[in-house]
């Protein structure tokens, strides 16, 4: 019930509200029996004193908004009629200055209207209630995002607030082609959303298809846009997401102008985007604030770093076990007299130092910041050189942990697949050598060209190749020349 519409018709519906303020008072109450935070104000009204009543959850409201904009204009107003009717639309229509209002009809939409923060106003021998948007409920101040950290650009982030990241949206897109609409998620808790796009650059196809997914997903209550991906995502084993999510208003509306379809959830402070290609995992905001020589080389590093996180330990292991011959003799020999006094072969060596380097990531994160860092240090200084000096784990081993968690660092976003996968590539090459590698790339490089998120090629622009698309893949053309980039999408 963020922005409230006025409602044309009453609807037909058994659970309408009653002509009496008593029966829709007693309804009320017994909804929201035993709390403490539900608040009524009864009162009379005009010279015939004609029984009111506001209703309303404390701590929901805007105690500000509701004398300025509602109680006062009311209490104040000189010569109201003395007819029910009149006096409910008077004040409708003339006398609250409220900014967001509406009627309602049934009990449910008192119910909701309530939940959702706002004031009802009911008048004894009127069926109808008028709802006021006076929201006050406490939420997080829009500050820098937390998670998406660029070096230039804006520094304003999502909120956890609905109406605050639409407005953000907003500002930044100043058109009357953007879209936010509003729809309901969730079967028992319901979760407002919006579905933003920019009218005549997004597909009609796709944004039904993005509202129809919306609307069957049947989980009680949503906890963040985690909830929702899997829906958007659509069935099928997938190893990288094809769903983007950001937490930057600028990149967002970013990808609202390349014509894509944007979802936001109440509640979050990111946001979700379809659709979503694989190359964009390698981009950055920064990318488009720096020369397009500086940007190729970004994006490169960022490339480089990805395939390092993934084989880097496999293919250690690989050479090895299987494969010594193409490694140099002098490093042959000191990894040879490193491995000899371990008491684990290499690839259970692997597999324990990245389930340990889990391990020590898992625990910085779930503790206090404070404590946190604290059990990082220990972790990586203390332990790894522990375990050298005792002889448990071979240096050349704690090297290229090191190098691969440094480099899975690059790409933040792509932790979770990207450590699935190393896991994987440690079992392959400790198994089968590379051979094992080379058979686990071709199976995760045809997982990927086999995605279409909401019909569009997960490899695109490279494949199928597209000329305009290449303006902005791994090299980024001058503005001049880059102009916009439009999705098609095939159903």
Same mark, same amino acid.
């Given at each position: ?291 397009? !020589? %500086?940007? @190729? =080389? /970004?994006?490169?590093?960022?490339? #480089?770093?990805?395939? *390092?996180?993934?084989?880097?330990? +496999? ?118 050598? !590379? %051979?094992? @590698? =080379? /058979?686990?790339?071709?199976?995760? #490089?045809?997982?990927? *060209?086999?995605?279409?998120?909401? +019909? ?36």
């Amino acid at each position: 019930m963020g922005l409230l519409e006025p409602v044309t018709a009453p609807p037909e519906n058994n659970n309408r509200l009653s002509a009496s303020l008593t029966e829709n008072a007693v309804a009320l109450g017994a909804l929201f029996s035993g709390c403490f935070d539900y608040k009524t104000r009864r009162t009379e009204l005009s010279s015939a004193r004609i029984p009111a009543q506001f209703f309303f959850l404390d701590g929901m409201c805007d105690n500000k908004e509701i004398f300025l904009s509602i109680t006062e204009p009311i209490f104040s107003a000189r010569s109201l009629p003395e007819e029910t009717e009149e006096l409910f639309a008077t004040i409708r229509d003339n006398v609250s200055v409220s900014v967001q209002q509406s009627e309602l009809f049934t009990l449910d939409e008192a119910r909701d209207a309530l939940l959702a923060g706002n004031l009802l106003f009911f008048i004894d021998g009127n069926s109808e209630a008028l709802c006021f948007g006076a929201q006050g409920y406490a939420k997080k101040a829009i500050g820098e995002p937390q998670t998406d950290m660029q070096e230039q650009g804006s520094r304003e982030g999502f909120s956890d607030s609905i109406k605050d990241n639409a407005s953000l949206v907003r500002r930044r897109l100043k058109t009357a082609e953007l879209r936010l609409e509003r729809v309901t998620v969730g079967t028992g808790f319901k979760t407002d959303a919006l579905v933003c796009y920019i009218r005549g650059r997004a597909d009609a196809r796709m944004i039904g298809d993005v509202k129809e997914r919306l609307e069957k997903i049947r989980i009680d209550y949503i906890s963040g846009e985690g909830c929702v991906e899997p829906f958007l995502a659509g069935k099928g084993l997938r190893v990288f997401r094809t769903v983007g999510f950001t937490e930057r208003p600028d990149v967002f509306c970013a990808k609202l102008t390349e014509g894509k379809v944007g979802v936001i959830v109440d509640g979050t402070p990111h946001a979700l985007t379809v659709p979503f290609t694989f190359i964009e995992n390698f981009t950055a905001l920064d990318d488009y604030q720096k020369r397009p !020589f %500086y940007a @190729l =080389f /970004l994006r490169c590093i960022r490339i #480089l770093s990805f395939l *390092c996180g993934i084989f880097l330990p +496999g293919a250690y292991v690989a050479a090895a076990m299987y494969h010594p011959e193409m490694i140099p003799a002098g490093m042959l020999y000191n990894i040879v007299s490193s491995v000899v006094g371990t008491p684990f072969p290499v690839m259970a060596e692997a597999l324990l130092v990245h389930i340990v380097y889990e391990i020590v990531r898992e625990a910085g994160l779930r503790m206090p910041r404070a404590v946190g860092q604290a059990v990082s240090i220990v972790g990586a200084l203390i332990i790894g050189d522990a375990a050298v000096t005792a002889g448990l784990i071979s240096a050349p081993m704690l090297i290229i942990m090191a190098l691969t968690a440094i480099t899975s660092a690059v790409i933040s976003e792509m932790h979770d697949p990207v450590c699935v996968l190393r896991l994987a590539f440690i079992l392959a090459g400790g198994t089968a050598g !590379f %051979y094992g @590698l =080379f /058979l686990g790339a071709g199976v995760l #490089l045809l997982n990927v *060209c086999a995605q279409e998120p909401f +019909g569009v090629p997960f490899t695109l622009p490279l494949l199928p190749l597209r000329k305009d698309g290449l303006r902005d893949s791994l090299v980024r053309r001058d503005w001049r020349r880059m102009g916009r980039m439009r999705f098609r999408v095939k159903f």
